[in-house]
């Protein structure tokens, strides 16, 4: 084997050992949002549950909501090959929402298939429509159970603690941005841009009616002149 070939084959090695040892980061239950969860928005976000055994499929899921930030307002997408169960429990202190009074919140969702499950090799996202999402938080912590039809059973329930390692069996965790005035913003432009066109159309119809003007006048000397040359052309014949 020549030096080139050396090479190559250990570096072949190395970046296979870099896919091996990064593996298990990929491998545990995550959430993460479809564009952005922002701070007192809505946000549909993606529970995302690999199969971590060569030879057990995955066939229940459950996931508990955060009880110190409860979301009143947790909607499902139906997945197929899965039902169902989104499970309520009365608030110490209720929400308000939109005006409205809530005193009941959405603490765990569970989904349990009735088919073959998430087969080894294989991993299925569960969507969720949540809101209204905290304004005094930076990320939400759900603790999720993903039980195998061998009967084991992995909880991922582990907070990541800040500067810390990753835990064996971290909590799926969804980081909020900040609250964005995008709506309000564009709010803001659609209102000047109707204002403009509105003075627009005012600035055209004061021009349509000046000109409106000018021909009335102009209609009304050039008939005069008129009358006048035909009173003149009268008397002339008159005269001769």
Not at 17 to 46: D, I, M, Q, R
């Amino acid at each position: 084997m020549n030096a080139k070939s050396r090479v190559a084959a250990a570096a072949t090695v190395a970046a296979s050992a870099v896919l091996v040892l990064s593996a298990p980061a990929f491998a545990h239950v995550s959430v993460s949002p479809e564009g952005e969860a922002a701070k007192g928005g809505y946000a549909t976000v993606n529970f995302r549950v690999p199969n971590e055994q060569d030879d057990a499929s995955t066939t229940k899921v459950e996931v508990s909501f955060p009880g110190d930030h409860p979301l009143a307002s947790v909607m499902t997408q139906p997945v197929p090959g899965w039902n169902v169960k989104v499970t309520k429990a009365k608030l110490d202190k209720p929400l308000e929402i939109h005006g409205e009074k809530i005193d009941e919140a959405v603490s765990k969702v569970t989904w349990t298939a009735d088919g073959k499950g998430i087969q080894p090799g294989t991993f299925q996202k569960f969507p969720v429509s949540m809101g209204q999402l905290p304004e005094n938080a930076d990320a939400l912590v759900f603790k999720a159970i993903q039980t195998y039809d061998n009967k084991d059973v992995v909880r991922w329930i582990e907070p990541q603690q800040k500067g810390q390692e990753e835990p064996e069996h971290p909590a799926p965790t969804l980081e909020l941005t900040a609250a964005s005035d995008e709506h309000g913003g564009a709010a803001a432009k659609d209102d000047a841009k109707a204002g403009t066109e509105k003075a627009a159309a005012s600035d055209d119809s004061d021009s349509s009616d000046t000109t409106a003007r000018v021909l009335g006048i102009v209609g009304i000397v050039v008939g005069a002149a008129g009358v006048a040359f035909g009173v003149l052309a009268g008397r002339r014949r008159t005269a001769a």
